[in-house]
């Protein structure tokens, strides 16, 4: 167990480059299951979350090699689809494995999945729209595991009640060796989606959006490997960004997705943010020193993107006025506050006047903890001091390094582990920047 000791005060400066996709390497990774042809992809971040999706990987056979960012893979035929529970309960992705063991293998069993806990996380959309594809699953609750077997896959039209990210990526992976066509409707947009189908479409899948939240899957006999480079990742563009501009510096970042970005842009402009578009892949972020309070609501993409809603908090702390962040994708994402609450951030929660819940929100609103709140409030700008801090989950790992970064004095911050989970030698890169930030070994 590590710990960060940051001393904040110190403008970020400097050039960064940003890893790739978290989100599209552990679910490409998954993909390999679906061919027995070596798999070479590149641009993989060197995180937590790869390396236990990769031991997941193993348990069922697979075998791969490690060069820098470049991660290749083999998988022969499995004698074992069962992944014990101190492997997969680590990574909330390790369900993903259900699609492509039942398409080739007619098998798998998996515990219920674990990773950061945000909220209940149902994957209940995803076992559903599997049965309608042919599969039997059975949850057993003694033992916490899924059990699901299918004769054969076949294709099916299945409507999402709620935008889920995973469950979409879930179906590709299922649907691409399944019998005859598979449509999905309500689907997830986001870029790295698209990401995963450009992987899967060179590896012989025929998959197409016939509109933004429809896609269509003719099952496949058999896909081979491939060679590919994932997306840069778009959740490290806006931290690094934010990073620079609540530290009053100027930050340039290279492998930049601004493209993707645009509802982060168009609020982080509102706020007073400046960027600067270097060429295709380079971006320049920094401030005039004045920043606006803005109200923001999270929404699946092309909205502004739940995982930014943490880091922006950090942002408005030090904006003038009162700055309003109201949740919607998830029932439980503000275990931040009460580490900036320490730190002297003056933040309040509400709760949003929302006609019909259960239909506005894209969690279920059953599954909502009593005391909960799904807004908050923010008076700025304010002075951050230093504070003992813990990171429940990674966005807010992420938040409360930004935090300390702007904070007058030392602070000192547990549980790191869960930023190694989604952002690459942190510490090194924003050392380079300027920061002062140390790792030290728990004692």
Same mark, same amino acid.
């Given at each position: ?11 970020? $400066?400097?050039?960064? %480059? ?103 996380? =149902? ?37 999402? =009640?709620?935008?889920? /990210? ?24 986001? =870029? ?16 197409? &959006? ?11 006999? $058999? ?10 990742? &778009? ?7 934010? #990073?620079?501009?609540? %530290? ?25 943010? $400046? ?8 971006? &320049? ?24 809603? #943490? ?21 439980? &994402? ?79 911050? /547990? ?9 690459? $030698? ?18």
């Amino acid at each position: 167990m590590d710990k960060f000791i940051i001393t904040g005060g110190v403008p970020l $400066k400097g050039e960064i %480059t940003v890893a790739g996709a978290k989100n599209v390497a552990l679910k490409i990774l998954v993909a390999s299951l679906l061919t027995d042809e070596e798999m070479v992809v590149h641009n993989v971040p060197l995180i937590r979350d790869v390396d236990l999706m990769l031991d997941v990987l193993a348990v069922l056979g697979v075998k791969y090699s490690r060069d820098g960012h470049t991660i290749h893979v083999t998988h022969n035929h499995i004698h074992n689809a069962k992944v014990p529970l101190d492997v997969a309960a680590r990574l909330r992705t390790s369900s993903m494995i259900l699609g492509p063991l039942l398409a080739r293998y007619g098998a798998a069993t998996t515990p219920n999945p674990g990773g950061c806990r945000l909220g209940a996380r =149902p994957i209940d959309r995803h076992i559903n729209a599997l049965k309608e594809m042919g599969a039997d699953i059975q949850y057993h609750s003694d033992d916490g595991y899924f059990y699901a077997k299918a004769k054969e896959l076949h294709g099916a039209t299945i409507r999402f =009640p709620k935008n889920t /990210h995973t469950g979409t990526e879930t179906l590709l992976l299922a649907a691409v060796l399944a019998r005859g066509r598979t449509i999905l409707e309500n689907a997830a947009q986001e =870029p790295e989606i698209d990401d995963l189908i450009a992987c899967l479409t060179q590896m012989g899948a025929n998959i197409r &959006r016939s509109a933004p939240r429809t896609i269509v899957i003719e099952g496949a006999k $058999k896909l081979h490997g491939t060679e590919y480079s994932i997306m840069a990742d &778009r959740n490290e563009e806006v931290t690094f960004a934010i #990073a620079g501009v609540v %530290t009053a510096g100027d930050v340039i970042i290279k492998n930049s997705s601004r493209h993707n970005l645009g509802a982060f842009l168009d609020v982080y402009q509102r706020a007073g943010g $400046k960027f600067q578009e270097i060429d295709d892949r380079t971006t &320049r972020y920094y401030t005039d020193g004045y920043l606006t309070a803005t109200d923001i609501v999270t929404h699946p993409h092309p909205g502004f993107m739940t995982d930014w809603q #943490a880091p922006w908090a950090v942002l408005m702390t030090q904006a003038n006025g009162i700055s309003c962040i109201h949740e919607t994708v998830f029932e439980s &994402r503000f275990s931040y506050v009460s580490q900036l609450l320490k730190m002297g951030a003056h933040i309040e929660f509400f709760d949003p006047d929302v006609e019909d819940p259960e239909t506005f929100y894209n969690f279920n609103w059953a599954d909502r903890v009593e005391g909960y709140h799904q807004g908050i409030t923010i008076r700025g700008p304010t002075t951050l001091h230093n504070a003992v801090l813990e990171i429940n989950d990674l966005r807010a790992g992420a938040t409360l390094v930004l935090a300390a970064l702007v904070a007058a004095g030392e602070s000192v911050i /547990h549980g790191v582990e869960q930023v190694d989970r989604g952002y690459e $030698k942190i510490e090194e890169r924003l050392r380079a920047l300027g920061a002062r930030i140390q790792r030290i070994k728990e004692e």
